[in-house]
């Protein structure tokens, strides 16, 4: 989309693993780093979030940049911290911030009711929309040799 790649994959497995519960795992690739989730057996099954350095970045730049981006998240979220794990840092989560998948679905479902009522949608919601509509309705016209 607009010289951007993305992909993505999804698996469905009928079960969680043994032993286990929910597993995720996310890698969103930066210019500058990587971001990815983890939430497998390594991690408890609960979701954690870390943050790699790109080739073209070194370990130093990457930390000041970790920490110019936490300390500016420790306003809204107190607690919120980082340290070193394999090749990047792990972003530390408070445990009151982990609120579970059922709670954030309440929370999600309260943010739609509240732009429903107002009959708009957020700001930032409407650039993605435009570009959702713009890639499904621009691939049905090629499919169809349009």
């Known amino acids: 989309i607009r010289d951007l790649h993305a992909r993505v994959s999804v698996t469905w497995n009928y079960r969680a693993p043994e032993g286990g519960g929910d597993t995720h795992y996310s890698v969103m690739r930066g210019t500058k780093s990587d971001i990815i989730i983890r939430q497998g057996a390594e991690q408890g099954y609960v979701p954690e979030l870390f ?20 300390a500016g998240l ?54 993605n929309m435009l570009a959702k509509y713009h890639t499904t309705t621009s691939a049905l016209a090629l499919s169809r040799g349009e």
């Open 74 to 127: 420790q306003a809204q979220w107190p607690g919120v911290g980082f340290e070193p794990h394999g090749p990047g840092w792990r972003i530390i989560i408070p445990e009151r911030y982990r609120i579970g998948h059922e709670a954030h679905f309440g929370q999600v479902m309260e943010k739609y009711l509240g732009y429903l009522a107002d009959g708009a949608l957020p700001d930032w919601e409407v650039p």
């Open 51 to 70: 943050v790699e350095p790109s080739e073209d970045m070194s370990m130093t730049e990457m930390e000041s940049a970790v920490g110019r981006a936490v």
